[in-house]
């Protein structure tokens, strides 16, 4: 599998001429679910969900497909039928030939104030990669490459370091990072490489991994 970083919580994977991408939002590149067999969304977002670009992804290729959580769903079910799935925690579906589990329900506390949203997380291929959305979810599953999400209002390191020991991957890179400016990001590797317990990695957006 190869695994492409795109801007903030966005990922694309390919197998076997085949593309899945996670959490193609407006933080994102304009064009990150293009060419997409099949995308997937972990809550409704702005920086995770972009109702306009997951429409033009859905409209160039007829074939593509969404899964979210059904606060995104009920937005493009509709234009889209047949091609829009809800999933919940416990779900397991086959997508553009991926094999993924759903993890989790709420969103992390940003503020006991603010309500909390639904979240899921993404496992995909039997533990190959666990993207979790907005919340530090740990699936009932042996996870290889976790995505974490490095930095965000809802969050601090020491919470970070605590979910990737408790996840405990065989290695670990950042996404949900664009608010961590370059001059933070030798702050944040140092600490999650030294104590997080996992190989930590980092992409640039646009660069590449084989998994």
């Not at 994102?28 to 995308?39: K, N, V």
């Not at 972009?50 to 290729?61: P, Q, S």
């Amino acid at each position: 599998m190869k695994l492409t970083k795109m801007s903030h919580a966005c990922v694309r994977l390919e197998k076997d001429g085949r593309t899945l991408v996670l959490d193609p939002g407006g933080f994102s590149e304009e064009d990150a679910a293009a060419g997409a067999d099949a995308i997937l969304v972990t809550h409704e977002h702005p920086d995770h969900f972009h109702e306009g670009r997951l429409r033009a992804a859905l409209d160039a290729d007829p074939a593509a497909e969404l899964w979210a959580l059904r606060s995104v769903a009920e937005q493009l079910a509709a234009a889209y039928p047949g091609r829009v799935h809800t999933v919940g925690h416990g779900d397991t579906f086959t997508a553009a030939g991926f094999d993924v589990q759903v993890h989790g329900e709420l969103h992390a506390v940003i503020h006991p104030d603010l309500p909390r949203v639904t979240n899921v997380g993404y496992l995909v291929d039997d533990g190959l990669v666990f993207h979790p959305g907005d919340a530090l979810t740990v699936p009932d599953h042996a996870v290889e490459t976790l995505l974490v999400p490095v930095q965000a209002p809802w969050s601090k390191i020491s919470e970070v370091i605590d979910y990737v020991r408790e996840v405990a991957p065989r290695r670990v890179y950042d996404v949900h990072d664009a608010l961590l400016t370059d001059l933070a990001r030798p702050i944040y590797d140092t600490h999650l490489g030294n104590l997080g317990g996992s190989e930590h990695l980092r992409l640039a957006p646009g660069g590449t991994a084989d998994l």
